[in-house]
C-alpha cells in the first residue's frame, strides 16, 4: 500500500467521516486492497471519531449525537483539514466554500468581526461548542475564534430557534471545539507568508500519567502587517481542556480560552467613487487607509471557562449540562465619514474622531435530557432541555473635536496622508454611555422517530427574554415570549436518495413601542424547505439539494400617518427563496471534487420607506464554489497533495435603495501539501503546506453603501510548516 501523507491521515481521523461521506469513502479506500473496508477498519474508525469530537459532542441539528443525515433540513460542515489546507485565519474566511454563505461582508482588510449571512439573512450571533458567543449588540465587542481551536464548523441552515432560542431565520453557525484524545500526539507548526506573517502554534493532547483524565492544550501567537497601511493584526490564543472519566457512565470536561489581540488592524471603509467605481480625478488603493496612525487603535481581549457533565443512565438515557462564563474588554480609537463630507471631484474626505470603551460578562447553561423509547414499531428520540443565559455589559463611545473644529485635518482619500492628527490638539466633545443587560430562558422538546425508513421529527421551544438598554440616560426595555417550533419529514430510499421536508419558524426580540404606545411583538420567521439528500452504497458520493422560502413577518418600520413619520409600526416583510446545491464525490481513489452552487431571491415584501420590491445588500442572486484535492502516493512525488478552487459571488446591491451594484467576481486558491517522511525517515511526521489565497489578485469589493465600502482580500500567501509526534 502506498504511504499516505500526513494531511491525508488526519482527513481519515476526524469527524469528516461521520457527516461527510466522502471522508468515509477515502477512509475505506486506502485502508485496504479494496475499496470496502472491513469490518474491524469500520469500528476503528468509529472509535477514532468519538475521540476526536469528544463524548460531549451533538450535532448542530439536533443536539443530539444522531447522524445529520437522518435530520430533515439542510446542514453543511467545514472540517479542519478543509480551512487549515486553505491557510484561513478567520471564521468568515472558513466560510467562503459553504453553499447558502455569503462571508466577509465588510472584506478582508476588517478582521476584526466574523461577518457573514445565511440565506440572506445577516447573523452575527455564533455558537460555540453549543453555546452562544454573546455579545454586545450593536456595539463592536464580540468574540472571535481562531481556528486553531477547531475541529470543524457547522452551519445549520434556515430558522434554529426551536433549539437555541432567539436568531435570524437564514441559520447559524455552530464552532466545534477541539477536545482531549486519549491516543497521545503533539503537533508543532511554523507559519510565514505575506505581510511578514510570523505564527507559531502547538496542539498536544493525551492522557495524565495512568490517570483517568485526558488533556488537550493548544496555543498559538501570530503577528501581520494588516492589509490597509499602517496597520498591525496581532493575536495570542491559549485553550486547555481536560476530560475526566469519573466513571464507566459519566465524564466531566473542563474547558478554558483565553484570545489576546493588541492590535486588529483598521475599523473604517471607503467611499464606492475611486475603488468600486472609476473616477477621472484619482483612485483609492486598496491598501489605502482613510484613518490616521496617531488614532488608530483596535484592541480586544477576552476569556471563557467552562465544564460539560455527560451522564449515562443507561444504554438509552443521557444527560449532558453544558456551561461557560465569558469575560470580555475592547478599546478602539478610529475615525468615520459620511456622504456629505466626501467630494469625488477632489478627493477631499472629512472625517470624524471617535473611541470606544467596551466590556461585558456572562454566563450560559443549557441542560439536555435524551433517550430512546421504542413504541410498537416506532422508535423515539427524545429531547428535553433547558437553557439559560445572562449578559450584562457597557460601552462607552466619546466623540472628538480637533484643533477647535469638529473634524479632523483635511484629507484626500486619492494621495492619503495618515500621519496628521496631533493627540494633544484631540479634545473629547461627547460621552455616550450604553449599560446592557439581556436574559433568556427557554425550554424545548423534540422527537426524532424512526419509523422502518421514514423519519419524521417534531420540537418546539418557549422562550422569555427580557433585556435593557440605558443610553445616555434613555432606558429601553424588553419582556417579549415567544413559541417555536418544527416539524419535518425524511424518507431513506435503498437507492440511497432521502426526499425530505421541513416547516420551521424563528423569532428575534424588538425593542420600543408603536406610534400607539403598544409594545412591539417579536419578529418572527417561517421557513418551508424541501429537498433531497444522496449516500451512494460505496460511499464515494453525497450530494444535497434544497429548495427553500423564508419570510422574516413583524419587522419595524416608520409609521406614514406620524408626523414626520417619527413613529414606527410593525408591519415590515423580508422574503428569501431560493436553491442550494452541494456535492462530494471521488472520482479515483487519488481525486476528490465538492462543489456547489446557490441561487437566491430576496426581496422586501412589505415597507413604508419605498423599499417595496427592493433587494437587501449583501445578497448576490447566484453564488457558486468549486475545490479538488488530486493526491500523489507513487513516485518521486508521492505525498504530495494538490489541491485548486474557486469561488464565485454574483452582483449584489450598493445600498438599500438599490441605486447601483457591487460588482461580481471570481477568485481563484491554490493549496499544495507535501509529507516530508517521503524524503527520509527522519522526518517522519513532518510536513509543509502551500496555501495562496486570491492568487490573481483580483480586486473584489462589499459595500453598505456608496461611502462605505471595503476591498476583499489581496493575494495572500502561507507556508506552514508541521511537524506531529
Known sequence: ????????????????????????????????????????????????????????????????????????????????????????????????????????????????????????????????????????????????????????????????????????????VNLIAKSPKKERNTNFSLATGSRNLVKASIDTTGQLGDSNVYYRLIGSASHRDGQVDDTTEERY??????????????????????????NMGMN??????????????????????????????FEREFWMAGYKIDHSFNENWSFL?????????????????????????????????????????????????????????????????????????????????????????????????NNQIDRSKVTASGVYIDDVKVEQLGFYFQDQMHINRVVLMAGGRFDNYQSSSDYAGSVTKIDQNNFSYRV?????????????????????????????????????????????????????????????????SDVVVPDPDSPNYQGKIQVGEIRSRGLELEGRTMLTTNWDIAASYTYMDMEVTKDTTGLEGKTPIYVPQHAATLWTNYYLYDGVLAGTRLGAGARYIGEREMDAANTDTVPSYTVVDLSMGYDLSNLTDGLQGAAVNLSVNNLFDK????????????????????????YNF
Not at 480625478?281 to 486598496?286: L, R
Open 237 to 262: 490564543v491559549f485553550a486547555p481542556s481536560f476530560d475526566w472519566y469519573v466513571s464507566d457512565n459519566t465524564l466531566i470536561n473542563f474547558n478554558f480560552y483565553y484570545q489576546n489581540d493588541p
Open 1 to 172: 500500500m502506498p504511504r499516505l501523507n500526513l494531511k491525508r491521515k488526519s482527513l481519515i481521523k476526524n469527524n469528516y467521516l461521520h457527516d461527510t461521506p466522502l471522508a468515509l469513502a477515502i477512509a475505506c479506500i486506502l485502508s485496504a486492497p479494496s475499496v470496502f473496508a472491513t469490518e474491524a477498519n469500520a469500528e476503528q474508525s468509529e472509535q477514532e471519531t468519538i475521540m476526536v469530537l469528544g463524548q460531549t459532542y451533538r450535532n448542530t441539528a439536533t443536539k443530539t449525537s444522531l447522524q445529520p443525515e437522518e435530520t430533515p433540513q439542510s446542514i453543511s460542515v467545514i472540517n479542519n483539514d478543509e480551512f487549515e489546507n486553505r491557510g484561513v485565519s478567520s471564521v468568515q474566511q472558513a466560510l467562503r466554500y459553504a453553499p447558502g454563505v455569503n462571508a466577509e461582508l465588510k472584506g478582508g482588510s476588517v478582521t476584526m468581526y466574523d461577518n457573514y449571512n445565511i440565506r440572506g439573512f445577516e447573523n452575527n450571533q455564533m455558537y460555540y461548542d453549543g453555546l452562544v458567543l454573546q455579545y454586545l449588540l450593536g456595539w463592536n465587542l464580540q468574540p472571535q475564534i481562531d481556528p486553531i481551536a477547531l475541529e470543524r464548523i457547522e452551519i445549520f441552515k434556515g430558522p434554529s430557534s426551536v433549539l437555541y432560542g432567539s436568531m435570524p431565520p437564514g441559520g447559524m
Open 321 to 417: 449540562q453544558n456551561a461557560r462564563f465569558m469575560k470580555a474588554d475592547l478599546y478602539q480609537e478610529n475615525t468615520y465619514h459620511t456622504a456629505a463630507g466626501w467630494d469625488p471631484t477632489t478627493g477631499s474626505l472629512e472625517r470624524y474622531i471617535y473611541s470606544t470603551d467596551e466590556d461585558s460578562e456572562g454566563f450560559t447553561i443549557d441542560n439536555q435530557l435524551s433517550g430512546r423509547v421504542n413504541t410498537g414499531v416506532v422508535e423515539h428520540n427524545v429531547l428535553l432541555g433547558v437553557d439559560y443565559q445572562h449578559l450584562k455589559g457597557s460601552s462607552n463611545y466619546t466623540s472628538y473635536g480637533y484643533d477647535g473644529g469638529y473634524t479632523a485635518p483635511s484629507f484626500n482619500a486619492f494621495a492619503p496622508n
Open 488 to 552: 419535518g419529514a425524511l424518507y431513506e430510499f435503498d437507492s440511497g436518495w432521502s426526499p425530505y421536508i421541513n416547516y420551521a419558524t424563528s423569532f428575534e426580540p424588538v425593542a420600543g413601542t408603536d406610534s400607539n404606545g403598544k409594545n412591539f411583538e417579536p419578529s418572527t420567521g417561517q421557513q418551508i424547505e424541501g429537498g433531497v439528500k444522496y449516500l451512494s452504497s460505496d460511499y464515494t458520493t453525497s450530494m444535497t439539494a434544497s429548495l427553500f422560502q423564508i419570510v422574516k
Open 268 to 297: 473604517s471603509a471607503m467611499p464606492a467613487s475611486g475603488s468600486v467605481w472609476d473616477n477621472p480625478n484619482g483612485s483609492i488603493g486598496k491598501n489605502a487607509s482613510m484613518g490616521d496612525k496617531n488614532w488608530s487603535q
Open 699 to 722: 480586486d473584489t469589493f462589499a459595500c453598505y453603501d456608496s461611502a462605505n465600502c471595503w476591498y476583499g482580500e489581496e493575494r495572500t500567501v502561507e507556508l506552514k510548516f508541521d
